[in-house]
C-alpha cells in the first residue's frame, strides 16, 4: 500500500498508543506474504485480533484516532502534561486506511479509539464521521468497534451506535474517589449516561426487531467497558462488584481489566519500579468468567475478612475450600448450578453428566471416561455416595495435597527436559 511518509508515522504512534486499551484484546501481529505474486505484507502496526461472538477470530486494525489529549489522568501516556509526540488522523484518513488494509486482506475490520481531542463532542463527532463515511462512502458492512467518549451528547452517542457493531465506554477506575485522585476531569456520571443510553437502545432495538423486520440496528454486539487494576488501593471486591453490577445493570458484554502498567510517575500512583499485577489480573478474569457462565455472583467470591482474590489458588477452588460444609456433592443428585461448583468440572462436564445421568446412574469409571477431568474434582465429590478423594475432607489437607500434586508436576517436566 502506498503510504506517505507522514500517514506511516501517525500510524506508527496512534497504533503504539491504543495498545494500553484491553477492550480489544491482543495486538501486534505481524503476517508476512507468502502468496505466488501477492502483494504487500501485513505490518504490525495497528493489527490485533478479537473474537466475535460467533467465535471467529477476527484480525482488527487497532489504532487511536488522536493522542492529542486535552485530559490529565495520571496513569496515562497521552496525559495533556506528557511530553510525547502527538498525532491525529482525520476521519477521512482513517476511514481510508481501513479500506485499503481490508482490501489487502490485512485486516476484517476496525477498533476504533481516541483521547479527548478538544471536548467530547468534538471527538465524538470524529469518531462518528469515520463510521459515516466507512458505511456509506465506501459501504463498507465489516465490523467496527468504537470508543465512545464519555461525556458527548446523548444525540451524537445514538448516531455513532446505529453504525457501529460493538462499543465501549472506559469506566477506567473502579470508585469515585480514585478517579477523582487519578483522573480528576472524569465524571462517574459521564462514564454512566452514555452506558445506561447504549442499553436501553439495543433493548430497543431487539424489541423493534421483533415486530418489524428492517427495524433500525443497534450495537449488535452490545457494549464492554475496561477497568485498570493496580494503579490504586481499590481491593478486588470492589472491581468484582462493581462489574456485576454493570453486568446486571447494562447487560454489558464484557468487563476488561488492565494490569497497571506503570509508564508514569506520580506520588498517587504505585512506583515506576512496580511490577505490573499479572496474576491478579488472571485471577480476576477466572471470577469474571464464573460470574458470567458459572452462576457465581461476586459475593460468593469473597468474606470480610478477605476482599482479595487468593493468588496461590483459582477463585473457584477457594470458594470451595471456604464452603467445605457444602461437599461432596454427590455426582448422581446435584444439580446442574451445583455441579459447576465442584472445582475443576466445566460446563462441557457438566452438561454431560447430565446428560448420561438420565440414562444410568455414573460411576467412578464412566466419569473417566467422559473424560472428565478429576484431578481437583475428587477431593469435592462422591460418586454413588462414595468419596475418592484420598485425603480427608479437610481445606488445609486438600490445599497441602495439591501444593504437593503441582510440585510433582514441576518435577517431572523438568525430568523431561
Ligand atoms: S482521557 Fe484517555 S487518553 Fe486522555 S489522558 Fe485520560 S486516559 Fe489518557
Known sequence: MAMDDDLFEKLKILSDAAKYDVSCVSSGVERKNNTVGGIGNAPAAGICHAWSSDGRCI???????????IYDCKYCLNRVTNPIK??????????????????RNYIEGLFLSSAVEKSPDHTME??????????????????VHVKIIPGASPLLVKKTGMLADRVSVNIELPTKESLSLLAPQKRVENILQPMSLIHN???GAIEDKRHFKNA?????GGQSTQMIIGATPDTDKTILDLSQNLYDK????????????????????PALSTMPPL????????ADWLMRFYYFNSSDLFTENEPNLDLEFDPKLMYALRNIDKYPIEINKASYEELLRIPGLGVTSAQRIIRERKNAQISYDSLKKMRTVLKRAKYFITVKGKYYGNVKLDPEAIKAQIR???????????ELL
Not at 456509506?136 to 458492512?141: A, C, D, S
Not at 496474576?279 to 477466572?286: G, I, N, S, T
Open 279 to 286: 496474576l491478579r489480573e488472571h485471577r480476576l478474569y477466572q
Open 404 to 414: 504437593m500434586k503441582e510440585i510433582q508436576r514441576q518435577i517431572s517436566i523438568f
Open 126 to 143: 470524529n469518531i462518528y464521521r469515520v463510521l459515516e463515511l466507512l458505511r456509506y462512502k465506501y459501504n463498507f458492512w465489516g465490523y
Open 216 to 220: 433500525m440496528r443497534f450495537v449488535p
Open 86 to 103: 502527538r498525532a491525529t488522523f482525520t476521519p477521512e484518513e482513517v476511514a481510508e486506511l481501513t479500506i485499503q488494509f481490508y482490501r
Open 201 to 203: 437502545e439495543i433493548a
Open 59 to 69: 484480525s482488527l486494525l487497532k489504532i487511536l484516532l488522536t493522542n492529542d489529549c
Open 250 to 269: 447494562f447487560r454489558m458484554k464484557r468487563v476488561f481489566f488492565s494490569a497497571y502498567i506503570p509508564v508514569m510517575s506520580s506520588p498517587n500512583l
